[in-house]
């Protein structure tokens, strides 16, 4: 399918960031290595997602405490879990250009290069980085084989391929996508960015890929200060709340499903367009993002189309409200796919 609705978007200033499954009968699935048997949500982690990069705006811990928390409010149980493997590098150079892969590989990245990354660069930083990787593949696998899976990390829609920019290294959703379009799982992606940041890797990276539709609704006065184009940018104004934003989504969401028709959505749920968030300038509460994932995910699964989420940004000034938002995200994705199996079901 051809792409449609691309939308140019004017530069504006701003600050200066494989898995085995075994298909069974709906309801149960072995997922994962043999023998990891879950029933529910997927919900792929590894504690190696937080990894030591100093005082930062960027909280690692935050997938640690997420985990904990969705187990403690018997969101999830351990068994939903699943720890992935790291992405090959095979996999990582079906989107980043070798001589960048030699310099993270080498340690050598430039001075220049490593202020654009605005995180410290480490073996720690990259190794988390190609595990995390990993996960949004194996988040994407379980999703087309589930309908609904959820990854405790990722998101990292600001690396290119040449350069990582704003704390993302590598482009994991970049890499998932063209790691199953390559070996033909899919044909047709689409990627619903919902950050408060302009997904620009991610839109660079797919901008003559007819393949993918990449969405990005995202606060304009903000960063990055240069956007390149996705198929469907939406920049919303400083200050914007939970209606008009749920209003704006909703029509647009709609028009992804039912005009691009993906085989799979990557839905980046960042918990910056909170109102307190200290890189954001939206105004939306925790129940207006709650909302908007009920939203994302009561669209697409309607038609049948299966969702990744991966949980992208979120730097509240308590990171306790940033960790609960993330919760609410993986608790509507539970929620809906308890729904879909009582559907199937109703004696269940």
Same mark, same amino acid.
């Given at each position: 399918?051809?792409?449609? %609705? ?59 405490? +997420? ?12 068994? %939903? ?39 410290? @660069? ?14 949004? +593949? ?7 084989d ?10 990292f829609?600001?690396? @290119? ?11 994991? +959703? ?14 047709r ?29 995202h ?7 240069w956007?390149?184009?996705?198929d ?28 691009h028709?993906?085989?799979?959505? @990557? ?29 994302v ?7 049948? +189309? ?40 109703? %004696? %269940?």
């Amino acid at each position: 399918m051809r792409k449609s %609705n691309r939308r140019p978007n004017t530069p504006n200033r701003g600050t200066g960031h494989s898995g085995h499954r075994e298909t069974r009968s709906p309801g149960t699935r072995v997922i994962g290595k043999p023998g990891n048997r879950v029933t529910g949500l997927p919900v792929i982690h590894h504690p190696a997602y937080e990894f030591d990069i100093g005082p930062h705006v960027f909280p690692t811990q935050k997938y640690r405490l +997420i985990r904990d928390r969705l187990i403690q409010d018997g969101t999830i149980t351990e068994s %939903n879990i699943i720890p992935p493997e790291p992405a090959t590098d095979e996999q990582v150079a079906l989107v980043h250009t070798a001589e960048y892969l030699q310099k993270i590989k080498a340690d050598e990245l430039s001075v220049p290069e490593q202020m654009v990354l605005e995180v410290p @660069f480490s073996p720690g930083l990259r190794d988390g980085m190609w595990l995390c990787t990993g996960g949004s +593949i194996l988040t994407a696998r379980l999703a087309l084989d589930t309908g609904i899976s959820a990854h405790l990390g990722g998101g990292f829609h600001h690396a @290119f391929p040449d350069h990582g920019e704003g704390f993302c290294l590598i482009n994991d +959703i970049a890499i998932a996508i063209r790691a199953l379009l390559t070996e033909g799982t899919i044909e047709r992606a689409a990627v619903v960015d919902c950050d408060v940041h302009h997904g620009n890797g991610t839109a660079a990276t797919f901008s003559d890929d007819p393949t993918v539709f990449t969405f990005s609704m995202h606060q304009e006065r903000n960063y990055p200060a240069w956007k390149p184009p996705s198929d469907l940018d939406v920049g919303l104004n400083d200050g914007i709340g939970d209606e008009e934003y749920i209003s704006i989504l909703e029509v647009h969401v709609a028009e992804i499903a039912t005009q691009h028709r993906p085989e799979l959505v @990557f839905y980046l749920a960042g918990a910056d367009p909170y109102c307190h968030d200290q890189l954001g300038g939206l105004n939306l509460t925790t129940d207006g993002l709650q909302r908007r994932d009920r939203l994302v995910l009561e669209m697409f699964r309607s038609m049948d +189309i299966p969702v990744a989420i991966t949980l992208a940004g979120g730097y509240a000034i308590q990171p306790d409200d940033t960790v609960q938002i993330h919760c609410n995200t993986v608790l509507e994705a539970v929620k809906r796919r308890l729904l879909e199996r009582k559907h199937r079901d109703p %004696n %269940n």
